[in-house]
């Protein structure tokens, strides 16, 4: 077909359309939904919050540690909803907030490793009971994920890898905190083996196939 | 000379981002002028990331598409020239994939061969039978665009709008079917 005969067809095919809301909106939406999605999700997983909840939730520690993986999974799915629109380059701006979210990740990561090297308890490690919470953490964050990518395949990425990236850092770290809240094991091996480690995974793979699932 | 030229950043700034929004508001003369406006740009920018002239034309007509498929991503205070060469880019990249990966004059060499004479003369009666049985072996798509290719003669420019494909990617099919039969044939007796 001619480029000419081309530009005449698509021409003929136009109809009006809605742009893309913006990121902020989306965004807004996916978490709002995913969030209800865990809620909902809470009373038939490990029979609701965990049993310490008014308490822990008085501990600065706790709370910080919630509040900084809960902003890197807004600044992932910002970044996420961001680059569903095609782009030449990445912004600065979106480079940083997928450098803070992954920080914020790696610093958790390295707190939970220095907690468990100085404790030099390895009682949690060859407890295979915590297969639960990898288990949970699965089916928690199964309503989000898919939802997450159905609104990114409305867009049209133009990096695939880092849309697939984003969007499973944003997920994992919502189900992170919804985890946080169901599971009562403060033992950071036991996070570390079962709740960080699945997280990890399934960040690996979201790499991997936002490059099948977003391609359009 | 046309493809030293250097795109009119004020109409990139200005002129396109309204043409946009006027044709996603279903404007069909501001969509045509901004397609016309934008093809010459799309060639020039792919000649540069582009070796072979014989995909060039292929690889802008996918990307005409891909704006057309992509056009409710653009909102019109965004610049609208980093969205068009975002897609170009981006799709110029799949094609520099898809095509160096598969190596583009051996795909450009055995589309223009049909088995059509084979098919006239009735001493091949065997052959044919073969050449048959390993188009069974195909997908079904994959084998109508076979038979329309190379035993009912078909141009690629047919089967492309017969099938709503780019003749890039027409020409990459017939290959792989091509492939597909040939190393049937060689493994039933054929060298």
């Not at chain 1, 380059?89 to 940083?96: A, G, Q, R, V």
């Not at chain 1, 639960?132 to 994920?145: Q, W």
């Amino acid at each position: 077909m001619d480029t000419n005969d081309l530009v005449s067809k698509l021409v003929k095919d136009l109809k009006p359309i809605e742009p893309l809301p913006a990121p902020q909106c989306c965004g807004m939406k996916w978490a709002i939904g995913s969030m209800l999605s865990m809620m909902a999700l809470f009373p038939l997983l490990a029979n609701g919050l965990r049993h310490d909840i008014y308490v822990i939730y008085t501990q600065p520690q706790f709370l910080l540690e919630l509040g900084s993986v809960f902003l890197a999974g807004t600044l992932a799915g910002l970044s996420a909803f961001i680059l569903r629109v095609p782009q030449l380059k990445i912004s600065l701006k979106t480079k940083m907030m997928i450098f803070i979210a992954t920080t914020i990740w790696t610093i958790e990561i390295v707190r939970l490793l220095g907690l468990e090297f100085s404790s030099h308890d390895t009682e949690a490690v060859i407890d295979l009971a915590g297969h639960e919470c990898a288990l949970h953490l699965s089916i928690l964050m199964a309503f989000p994920v898919i939802f997450i990518f159905y609104l990114l395949k409305k867009g049209a990425s133009t990096h695939l890898t880092w849309s697939g990236y984003t969007a499973l850092l944003a997920t994992i770290s919502y189900t992170y905190v919804a985890m946080r809240l169901l599971c009562p094991i403060d033992d950071a091996a036991h996070l570390l083996l079962w709740h960080v480690s699945p997280a990890i995974f399934y960040a690996a793979i979201g790499t991997f196939a936002g490059k099948f699932f977003l391609k359009w | 000379m046309d493809l030293l030229k250097v795109p009119d950043k004020e109409k990139m700034r200005k002129h396109w981002p309204d043409l946009m929004a006027r044709a996603q508001a279903g404007d069909i003369a501001a969509y045509k002028e901004l397609l016309n406006e934008i093809t010459p740009i799309l060639r020039r920018f792919m000649a540069r990331k582009l070796f072979s002239q014989d995909i060039l034309e292929d690889i802008v007509q996918e990307t005409l598409l891909a704006v057309h498929t992509a056009r409710h991503t653009y909102r019109p205070e965004d610049p609208f020239d980093r969205w068009l060469f975002g897609i170009a880019r981006h799709k110029a990249l799949d094609a520099m994939r898809r095509y160096y990966r598969q190596g583009v004059h051996e795909i450009l060499v055995d589309t223009d061969e049909t088995f059509s004479h084979l098919l006239a003369n009735d001493k091949n009666e065997g052959i044919v039978q073969d050449i048959k049985q390993a188009l069974d072996q195909l997908p079904e798509k994959q084998r109508k665009i076979v038979i329309m290719a190379k035993l009912e003669g078909h141009s690629l420019a047919d089967i492309a709008v017969t099938y709503g494909m780019t003749e890039a990617a027409v020409r990459v099919t017939v290959h792989r079917a091509y492939k597909t039969m040939k190393l049937w044939l060689v493994n039933n007796g054929y060298e």
